[in-house]
């Protein structure tokens, strides 16, 4: 079970539940075609984003498998949230989860990804107990699949067209980490600083 200690925060961020004041923001990136691009949703309206909202302000602690933590990535430096960040209990016997992220072209490119997904393996391994964490990604993704990859994260799979993805058969890349390699890459970070 896992029961966050809201807000968490990094050295520029701090995560915490959606609100329902969250909605422009939200709203900000929700509706560019190029970030619903390799998601499973195409940009949304309004009223989309409302609803998209109204169950995310309730994801706010994994209780049971199949459950998703989603939380709002607020930078204060722009004074606003910049994307979200989420973890899916996969499975409570074999202690797997997965993870994501999604987040505002205008706030790419920064390192603010990196640092909010590196909280929630850090909720994954060290509050939730996970032996193993999950990314997957469109293989045309490259900022994604880079992203898991400085996250210290291994490529396990490339899917070949294994889904219909947007009207058409697309491919997925599978990456994972072991709670061992993310307690060794901590050690190995603590050590070089």
């Not at 520029?12 to 390799?38: G, I, M, Q």
């Not at 880079?146 to 058409?168: D, P, S």
Request: aromatic content about 12%; glycine content about 6%; proline content about 4%.
């Amino acid at each position: 079970m896992l029961r966050p200690d809201y807000p968490l925060t990094s050295e520029r961020l701090v995560l915490r539940p959606f609100t329902h004041d969250d909605f422009d923001d939200l709203y900000a990136y929700n509706s560019l075609p190029e970030v619903a691009r390799y998601l499973y949703w195409d940009a949304r309206d309004r009223d989309q984003v409302r609803a998209a909202l109204d169950k995310k302000v309730t994801q706010t602690e994994l209780t049971e498998e199949g459950q998703y933590l989603i939380l709002a990535v607020h930078w204060p430096a722009a004074g606003k949230v910049v994307g979200e960040v989420n973890l899916e209990w996969l499975s409570v016997e074999h202690r797997q989860g997965e993870t994501g992220f999604v987040f505002h072209p205008d706030y790419q490119g920064k390192g603010l990804a990196r640092e909010a997904a590196e909280v929630m393996l850090r909720l994954a391994f060290e509050d939730l107990g996970l032996h193993r964490v999950i990314g997957r990604c469109d293989p045309r993704n490259e900022p994604s699949w880079r992203l898991l990859e400085r996250l210290g994260m291994r490529r396990e799979a490339h899917f070949v067209q294994n889904e219909i993805f947007k009207g058409e058969f697309g491919d997925e890349y599978v990456y994972a980490m072991l709670g061992s390699e993310w307690k060794d890459r901590q050690a190995s970070t603590t050590s070089t600083s």
